[in-house]
Nanobody, 124 residues
C-alpha cells in the first residue's frame, strides 16, 4: 500500500518558521519527483514547490520564492519543506505529492500519489 504521510504542521505567528516532512512508503519513490501543494479554504489547490528525483532541480510558486526551501532526504523517500517568514496568506492544508516526471512549471504537475494533508495556520 502506497502511503505519503505529512507531519510538522501547526499554528505559528507571522514571521515564524515551520518545517514540514513527508515520508513515503509502500514503493520506492527515489525515481519519482515529489512536491508540495496547498489548499486554503474556498480556494483551488495550489502548487507550492517541487523537487526532481535526483534533488538537483527545484521549482517554487512565486509567492514562496526566497522564503520556502524544498529538499529530499538521502534515501529519497523523504521530503521536506522549510518555511520561513510565514505570512497569514500561507495558511492552508499542505499536501505531499509524488509524480513520475519532474516539471519546472507547477501547472504541469499531475500527481500520481497524494498524502492526507497537514494544517498550517499563520496568525497575524
Amino acid at each position: 500500500q502506497v502511503q505519503l504521510v505529512e507531519s510538522g504542521g501547526g499554528l505559528v505567528q507571522a514571521g515564524e518558521s515551520l518545517r514540514l516532512s513527508c515520508a513515503a512508503s509502500g514503493r520506492t519513490f527515489s525515481t519519482y519527483a515529489m512536491g508540495w501543494f496547498r489548499q486554503a479554504p474556498g480556494k483551488e489547490p495550489e502548487f507550492v514547490a517541487g523537487i526532481s528525483s535526483s534533488g538537483l532541480s527545484t521549482s517554487y510558486t512565486d509567492s514562496v520564492k526566497g522564503r520556502f526551501t524544498i529538499s529530499r532526504g538521502y534515501a529519497k523517500n523523504t521530503m521536506y519543506l522549510e518555511m520561513n517568514r510565514l505570512k497569514p496568506e500561507d495558511t492552508a492544508v499542505y499536501y505531499c505529492a509524488a509524480v513520475q516526471y519532474y516539471r519546472s512549471n507547477g501547472a504541469d504537475w499531475h500527481p500520481d500519489y497524494w498524502g492526507q494533508g497537514t494544517q498550517v495556520t499563520v496568525s497575524s
